[in-house]
């Protein structure tokens, strides 16, 4: 049996460094997934809006038509989304970088302000902000919940899909930076 190296902080011998540096060769689109959280008095203000930017989404099945986002446990979307089932995705452009770094900031302000100037629609079956000028568009019911280490797996139905926005190229995230394809 061999030793671990004390620094590695975990058993398998990758350090957290390491396995972030490699991750981060790993090209990934970047969506901004949002709820509406409900109000806990029908009587008072009518529920908040909730976004955060990911880039660990996939599609799962096209039969039935599935989707996983990962959440990091404990993060507000994934507290709101064990109580919560109605979800969206919008798949960002190019041109929607400063939405996904609004979106990302940690310790940011409360989420009502962050959704003041972004164009969106309300989608019809989950209630949740789309993104206008966004590259696609989906709404969401989870099926599923899997804890996976620090995160969550969730893994939802799509209810709707929609290509609003042909123009523009994805936007990217590659080592630690949002860019765009040439």
């Known amino acids: 049996m061999s030793a671990v190296p004390p620094s590695s902080g975990h058993p398998e011998g990758v350090s957290n460094d390491e396995f ?15 709820s509406h959280e409900p109000a806990l008095d029908p009587e008072g ?24 986002v990962s959440l990091r446990e404990g993060a507000r979307m994934d507290d709101l989304l064990a109580e919560q089932p109605l979800w969206a995705v919008s798949v960002l452009s190019e041109s929607q970088r400063h939405i996904a770094g609004r979106f990302a900031m940690k310790g940011r302000v409360s989420d009502r302000l962050l959704f003041e100037d972004i164009p969106y629609v ?8 789309l993104v ?4 696609a568009t ?4 989870t099926e599923q919940r899997v804890q996976a280490g620090d995160h969550t797996l969730v893994i ?25 394809l040439k």
């Open 45 to 68: 203000p009518k529920g908040e809006d909730v976004g955060m930017t990911a880039t660990a989404f996939m599609s799962v099945s096209l039969d039935p038509p599935l989707v996983l």
């Open 20 to 34: 972030r540096a490699a991750m981060s060769r790993l090209a990934a689109g970047v969506v901004l997934v949002t």
């Open 156 to 180: 939802g139905r799509v209810l709707t899909a929609r290509v609003p926005s042909a123009e523009g190229g994805p936007l990217m995230y590659f080592r630690g930076r949002y860019r765009h």
């Open 138 to 141: 989906l709404e969401c019911r």
């Open 122 to 129: 309300r989608g019809e079956a989950s209630g949740a902000p």
């Open 132 to 135: 206008g000028g966004a590259l």
